[in-house]
Structures are given as C-alpha cells and as structure tokens.
C-alpha cells in the first residue's frame, strides 16, 4: 500500500469518525472525546518512542503543567472561557515547550533504561508539586473546571465540545506527519536505527533528540488544556505516573512510529476499561493481559498487523514453493 493511498485511507476513518460519534448518544460522545485527549498526549509520546527511540515516562508533567494552567486561570481569573482560550492553548504549549526544555537538559544525554529512569523522576517532581503546592493547586482536592469556553461557539455543548476536540485532534496529527515526513524526521528515525552511525555522518544527534524532546512537551502542553475543560476535575492525579504509562501503553499497543497508532490504542484502552468494568472487578489484569500479548506476539502493534499477515503468507508461499521444488519427479512406467 502506498502513501497516498495510506493518507487518504487515514482521512476517510477520521471523517467517519466524526461523522457517526455525534450520533451515538452522549456517554459515547463522552468517552470518544477523552480518548481522543488522550490520543494527542499518545501522538506525543510516540514523537519519542516511535521516531526517536526514547521511551518516556515524564509526559504526564506537560499533561499536567497544561491542565493546571487552564484550571488557574479559569477558575481563579476567568482567563481562557472566551477568544482568549487559543491564548491558554497557546501559553500551555509554550509552558510545556520550556519545561521539557529545561528537563531535555537533564535527559535526553542519557540513553535507554537510564532515559526511561530520569524522565521518570522529573515526571514524579511535577506531581510533587501539584501535590504539596495547595495555595496554587488546591492539593489533594484539585481544581473543578465548571465553565468551558464560550467564543461564538457554546462548549459547554457536548457535540459542540468533542467537534474541538476532534479538530486539535486532527489538526495534531496532520502536524506531526509534516514533521516526521520532513528531513528533521527522517534523521530522528535514523538515530533511533543507528545514532553512532548518524553522528559519524555529521549530524548533532543530541540536538535532534533535544528538539524531539521539547515538541512531544509542547503537544502534551496542549492535551491538558483540553482535558481540563473534558474532565472537569484536575487534580495531582493528572500528573500521577499512571497517566504517563497509559500514554506509553496506548503508543505501543496502536503501533509506535506510525502516529495514528496513538488514535488507535487510545480508543481500544478507553472502550475496554468502560466495557470491562462493568463485567468484572479484575478487569485492570484483563487489559494488562492484552498489552502482554500485543507485545509478545504484535511487536509492531495493532497497525503492523496487517504487515504481519502479509509477512506470514510470503513465507507460507516460499515455504510451499520450496517443498515444491523438493518433490521428487514421478517416473514414468511402461
């Protein structure tokens, strides 16, 4: 399959999308506008992951950083519930950007398990202070959200609401597939393939890393505003470390490198939860049960699936055209 013809399969699933969720009643409306939040912050997580090899664990600070702003001002200066709400999206994502900036520093010079280890902790420090910061974040008891912007159009519409969403979702995406499509991207996935081989070819594979680094915060910036005004509720645990691992999750079960795996993942892990919790208490191990899976026997994830299948028929054929070829001739008898 080609390219284009990928794209523009992509574009009419989007376009179905948005065109069969506003008619499925509100709690789906609901449900498929968290999924598609939490889609932007996988799409963040796979810049790293799946184009520059580095699997983090601090996305939640930027989710966080953005879903705290959006509260703050909302609740406490009425700032963002007009036509400067893109002036919030734009302060979220500029704040995320700095922040990831100042923890790249930190981070992004240190490699695999190490990486994984320092992000981890920078992640555990915003969560610190949302936590322990009550005169600003109100602590334990969060920040409640109750007005959504009004600027010509009335979000506090649900249908409204999750055509918002649905655009930054949309918007994200096409974004970030200009990035890893352009030469900046092709360069993160040959460092994610052989740095040592790219830093010999000249290039500052630091400085890639770094820029990667600072777009995935600037990306999980704008995912929390959008789950500030979703959820309704942003408290410490929207930096939890669980918020991380979910994005992490649904970037490798959707497919990691491929973008639209995040959309994927994040709506398979969003309809199991809602589905198996309302069969079984235990349904947390049926999900990790499906991760496991998917890692041991999907590696690529659900989107290489059908590179999986096509991988197991050429064999199957090579295999039957060799015991073809081996096949003794039958004689011929008089």
């Not at 284009?4 to 609901?30: D, N």
């Not at 930190?106 to 949302?130: N, S």
């Not at 590179?307 to 008898?333: F, Y």
Request: proline fraction near 3%.
């Amino acid at each position: 399959m080609s390219q284009r013809t990928k794209v523009i399969a992509v574009a009419a699933v989007l376009l179905a999308f948005a065109y069969v969720i506003p008619h499925s009643g509100s709690y789906v409306m609901l449900l498929a506008t968290r999924a598609l939040v939490f889609a932007i912050l996988a799409m963040s997580v796979d810049i790293l992951l799946g184009f520059a090899g580095m699997a983090s664990l601090g996305q939640a600070a930027y989710f966080s950083i953005g879903a705290y702003l959006t509260a703050i001002l909302a609740t406490k200066y009425q700032f963002g519930l007009g036509w400067d709400f893109w002036l919030v999206v734009a302060l979220a994502m500029v704040l995320g950007a700095a922040t990831a900036a100042f923890f790249g520093l930190f981070a992004v010079r240190a490699t695999g398990v190490y990486f994984l280890m320092i992000t981890l902790a920078l992640g555990q420090c915003v969560w610190g202070l949302a936590y322990r910061w009550n005169s600003l974040t109100n602590g334990d008891n969060g920040i409640n959200v109750t007005t959504r912007p009004n600027f010509g159009f009335d979000l506090s519409n649900e249908r409204t609401f999750f055509f918002l969403v649905f655009a930054f979702f949309a918007a994200t995406l096409l974004a970030l597939y200009v990035l890893v499509r352009s030469p900046f991207g092709r360069s993160l996935e040959g460092i994610r393939e052989r740095e040592l081989r790219m830093k010999i070819l000249g290039y500052n594979t630091w400085l890639h890393k770094y820029i990667a680094f600072i777009i995935a915060g600037a990306v999980g910036g704008l995912s929390g505003v959008l789950w500030a005004f979703t959820n309704g509720l942003v408290s410490p645990d929207t930096a939890v470390l669980t918020t991380s691992v979910d994005a992490l999750l649904m970037a490798v079960l959707g497919g990691a490198g491929t973008l639209v795996g995040g959309a994927v993942g994040s709506a398979i892990v969003f309809g199991l939860r809602e589905y198996l919790s309302t069969l079984v208490p235990w349904w947390q191990y049926v999900l990790g049960g499906v991760y496991v899976l998917t890692i041991l026997y999907l590696p690529m994830g659900l989107m290489g699936l059908p590179a999986r299948i096509r991988q197991a028929r050429a064999s199957s054929d090579g295999m039957e055209g060799t015991a073809n070829k081996l096949a003794p001739t039958p004689s011929l008898r008089i």
